[in-house]
């Protein structure tokens, strides 16, 4: 079948696409046996990743469903397998107890809409100038945060309220210690042990679905004293939900923009480095923009059937490429393997070990966490240091939203100061003999610079972190030369800072009788001139292309005055 869509490129969902080109047989096969597959591997991961952020172990699955269906319709990506994933639970967990879960609902709808509006604006691209280091200090402190909610159930240490903040919980935990379950304990290392060795041999089937299975018939069969889903959470429904909305408070709504847009942030990334990852693996280019649209509509969706936030899963969309998958259909039949799963196999559920879904966890942990990347950031320039260090301190001691918030600052004033560095104005007319063999300056270095003239260089980009030194370097002049020639042939950009640090050198210009001349302007700021009214003021017969140009008018000017 051939389906045709006039759409914007950047904003036309894969599968629209790929059925236009035409949807085979041979293609739905294929689609169908990785979905199948991905479905019985998202199921241990879901249940998890619900359990870890504070809400019941279904509305992890219901979260799978719904992003299976929602973004894979609208995906930017053929490959990508969307869901819950380890990189929320720390925000979720954080959300879910002090405002519900109606808080974590409006914060995931926000986070949504952020996303949506993200990709219509055409603001993927920018998502890529977030820093590695950013990345991963938040990353590798999430790790951290997901292996200590975890050492309760791993242990069996039978703590009823953990506390939330790092260091009180491992207070707790060595205070504790000596009061861990054998059976519960062995479960988890059992697990966490054949998770790792499966890893090394099969990497078609999960060693967390073997790892699982296994410990859940253990359990079972030996009669063994360790908690399971049914034995904490009660029993798994047989149904899916159905939509809600949440309770709606204007209070409530203020207080979940910082989280929405720390949940957006995150889903952006993970997606997009999903997406990326995608790519690589099967040599096709995917839609940065659709994608973050994608992603929104399944944060706004979620929340109606009693979902958590959702986003790009790095491992499921691997999987998925590597058991033969070819479309964003594979998304929608893993969604529909979990909705018969929690119709007929619900009861089944109830039975899995907790400590084996934190073997599942400890392991996602030690994935995400990308130490060798981290120690080898830790050589980087100081400010990747900073931003790194500062990132991960502050998600695992502080809270994750400040720990983003933060860094996205220090790598703002990090780009500002290093831009500021390559920024440079300085005075030319002394020098001139002097400057860098093969620039336009030397092409005059034999010239008579006339009395009266003066010439002034800018290098690199004029806003609002260099103007100080732009203006320090006008005021090198004891008094007013008749022509001040404005050298801007490395003037790349130039802001509403540069703009006005230019108009004011022009209106002190004009007072002191002063003509300026400006040479070699770029695109983009004789754009921005131009919209401002500066080039009128200036008078478009005083710009020039080069330098030589703009020294002949200086000599007839000084001639005639």
Known sequence: MRINFKL???????????LGEGYTKQTFIADLISGVLIGIIALPLAIAFGIASGVKPEQGLFSAIVAGIIVSLFSG???QVSGPTGAFIVIIYGI???????????????????????????????????????????????????????????????????????????????????????????????????????????????????????????????????????????????????PSFPNLS?????????????IAILAAIESLLSAVVADGMIGTRHRSNMELVAQGLGNIVSPIFSGIPVTGAIARTAANIKNGGKTPIVGIIHSIVLVIIILF????????????????LIYTAYKMGEWHSFVKTLKAPISDRVILINTFLLTVFIDLTVAIEVGLVLAALSFIKKMSDVTEARLLTESIRAAEEGSESSQITAMEIPKGVEIFEVYGTLFFGAVEQFRDTIKQLERAPKVIILQTQHLLVIDGSGLKALEDLFNQLQKEKTILLVSGLHKQPMFELIRSG??????????????DEAMIKARSLVANR
Do not use: C, H
């Open 345 to 360: 196999f619900g009861s089944y559920a109830e039975m899995i070990p907790l400590p084996a879904l934190s073997a599942i």
């Open 534 to 547: 500066l080039f009128d003021r200036i008078k478009e017969e005083n710009f020039f292309g080069n330098l």
């Open 96 to 242: 879910v107890q002090e405002y519900g879960y109606d808080g974590l609902a409006i914060a995931t709808i926000l986070a949504g809409v952020f996303l949506v509006v993200l990709g219509l604006f055409r603001f993927g691209i920018l998502l890529r100038f977030i820093p590695y280091s950013l990345t991963i200090g938040f990353t590798s402190g999430i790790a951290i945060i997901i292996f200590s909610s975890q050492v309760n159930d791993f242990l069996g240490l039978g703590i009823q309220s953990v506390p939330a903040d790092f260091v009180d919980k491992w207070i707790v935990y060595f205070q504790n210690f000596n009061a861990f379950n054998f059976p519960t304990m062995l479960i988890g290392v059992l697990s966490l042990t054949l998770i790792f060795v499966w890893q090394r041999f099969n990497l078609k089937i999960p060693g967390s679905l073997v790892a699982l299975i296994a410990a859940t018939l253990a359990v079972q069969f030996f009669n063994l004293p360790v908690d399971t889903i049914g034995t904490k959470f009660g029993s798994v429904p047989n149904s899916f939900p159905p």
């Open 8 to 18: 914007p490129a950047d904003l036309t969902p894969k599968l629209y696409t790929i």
């Open 250 to 262: 204007w209070s409530v709504i203020t207080k979940m923009f910082s989280p929405a847009f720390t």
């Open 77 to 79: 990506s053929r490959a």
